[in-house]
């Protein structure tokens, strides 16, 4: 069998956050091929279950780059939390930026303020609602995901180069989206999860189909047997891919399960 996984934001659903009836059929279809589907994403495990109720998903799922691997049900196959002191002294260098600061942990999603301008959309992708706390001290020896905000990518970028002079090595530190900075466990990043979830199957690295859009995704790019990207992908992400489909907005998933996978059988 071959597994194809699929990234959620940017990649599987729209710009509304939604799954689309074309792409949902083309899922279909490929399944019914007698191919194997499953997702991987930086979200929290309740912002893919209800994509695994449209999907009905009754696979092994990745949360949080990986990080997190469960089925439908809830029940959780592996977890692993961020370092304690990656996670404190990632936040000590963020402390005088103008970052928003999200922790995900005990699966929930604490936040310093639920007025940011991508609060809204993370409502949808959590599923969830914001806690709003003053200080994350009492989690950070069971956070899933640290998340920074900010709209100016410099920021982001010089924080994450921070971050990364000071932790190298000991965490995930890769920008799921232009204007988020996450940090996850060592072992929580795609390329580690998308080898949990073929084990998981019984599916062979080499006989595996990524698709994705965001730097996050160039770890599981890495290791995939083949590799396929957004149209709305950076150019360095397009770069890695064998193949480019069409953007998020455009049903980019079901042309590539038409055009590149199922196209390609014939």
């Keep these: 069998m071959t597994l194809v996984i699929s990234d959620v934001d940017g990649t599987l659903v729209d710009k509304e956050k939604r799954l689309t009836p074309g792409t949902l059929q083309a899922v279909q279809r490929l399944q019914a091929a007698g191919f194997g589907f499953t997702i991987i994403s930086a979200r929290p495990m ?3 279950a209800p994509l695994a109720e449209e999907l009905s998903l009754d696979v092994p799922m990745g949360a ?4 997190l691997v469960f089925r439908r049900g809830g029940e959780i196959l592996c977890r692993h939390f961020v370092d304690e002191a990656v996670a404190r002294g990632a936040l000590a260098l963020a402390q005088n930026e103008p970052v928003d600061i999200w922790v995900f942990a005990d699966d929930q999603w604490f936040a310093t303020s639920d007025t940011g301008s991508h609060v809204p959309s993370e409502r949808r992708a959590s599923n969830q609602e914001p806690r709003i706390c003053s200080g994350f001290s009492n989690l950070l020896d069971r956070a899933d995901k640290i998340t920074f905000v900010c709209d100016e990518p410099a920021v982001l970028d010089a924080l994450r180069d921070r971050i990364v002079a000071a932790h190298d090595g000991a965490a995930t530190i890769v920008k799921s989206q232009t204007y988020y900075l996450d940090i996850t466990a060592t072992t ?3 390329g580690e999860g998308i080898a949990r979830l073929a084990d998981a199957l ?3 690295l080499d006989r595996t189909i990524a698709i994705g859009d965001q730097a996050n995704d160039l770890a599981m790019f890495e290791r995939a047997g083949r590799a396929i990207a957004m149209d709305n992908a950076p150019d360095d992400v397009k770069a890695q891919a064998a193949d480019v489909t069409l953007a998020n907005d455009a049903d980019g998933v079901a042309h590539a399960i038409d055009k590149f996978i199922l196209g390609r059988m014939m």
């Design 46 to 48: 309740s912002g893919l």
């Design 64 to 67: 949080f780059n990986g990080g």
């Design 188 to 190: 929580a990043n795609k």
């Design 202 to 204: 019984g599916v062979r």
